[in-house]
């Protein structure tokens, strides 16, 4: 993603939209995750937010395959996980909400 032409080829045909989103989505990856350890109310909807945004890059990444674009197979897999890992922490994380008085706005 920041390399040279040599480091890039190494990634295989990866996407690059979907590099740039697993990058930024790292950071609120971490501020959700601190969020719901520290029982905040917004880190249900960081939570949600990106559980939808990951799905709607897979979409997007489904459109870009079925076009004919290159792709590596992992990708599927990758955010098959992360869909599904994200959906489940929101869904988590809404019911412990419910059960638990949260703290903060």
């Given at each position: 993603m920041f390399g040279g032409?040599?480091?890039r080829a190494d990634f295989g045909n990866a996407v690059p939209f979907v590099l740039w989103f697993n990058f930024l989505a790292g950071f609120?990856?971490?501020v959700a995750g601190a969020g719901l350890l520290l029982c905040r109310r917004?880190?249900?909807y960081a939570s949600l937010f990106v559980a939808v945004s990951t799905i709607i890059?897979?979409?997007a990444f489904g459109?870009?395959?079925i076009g004919g674009g290159a792709?590596?197979?992992r990708t599927i897999g990758a955010l098959t996980?992360?869909?599904l890992f994200w959906v489940?922490?929101?869904i988590l994380s809404i019911r412990a909400m419910k059960r638990t008085p949260i703290v903060g706005p």
């Open positions: 032409l040599e480091t609120v990856y971490i917004w880190a249900v890059v897979f979409v459109v870009h395959v792709f590596e197979r996980i992360r869909s489940a922490v929101t």
